[in-house]
Nanobody, 119 residues
Framework: QVQLQESGPGLVKPSQTLSLTCSVA??????????WSWIRQSPGKGLEWIGH???????DYNPSLASRTSISRDTSRNEFSLQLNSMTPEDNAVYYC???????????WGQGTQVSVSS
């Protein structure tokens, strides 16, 4: 059973950087063919893919967020992390981490963490 758990601050001030970490248990983040993704859902909106890091460490980002996004990993801890710069209230959302399998679907999700942007 694969388990993912997000951690990080629930409140960020405008213009600051959001840093979230996803801890993974039950599977190595280095094993192909899996991608490890960050996804968010803003109030009243659908799911939005932020980006992912692959089993080999390559990254890919949503073009609309790419200029502010960085995803990295710590293989010794079996964790991957998200940094989203220049936060605004439009970034208020529940942030999820997930594993993407060979079918390009998320087969395991973290429970999600609410992030609010406010001064």
């Amino acid at each position: 059973q694969v388990q993912l758990q997000e951690s990080g601050p629930g409140l960020v001030k405008p213009s600051q950087t959001l840093s979230l970490t996803c801890s993974v248990a039950g599977a190595s983040i280095r094993i192909r063919p899996y991608f490890w993704s960050w996804i968010r859902q803003s109030p009243g909106k659908g799911l939005e893919w932020i980006g992912h890091i692959t089993y080999s460490g390559s990254t890919d980002y949503n073009p609309s967020l790419a200029s502010r996004t960085s995803i990295s990993r710590d293989t010794s801890r079996n964790e991957f992390s998200l940094q989203l710069n220049s936060m605004t209230p439009e970034d208020n959302a529940v942030y999820y981490c997930g594993r993407v399998g060979g079918s390009w679907l998320v087969d395991y999700w973290g429970q999600g963490t609410q992030v609010s942007v406010s001064s």
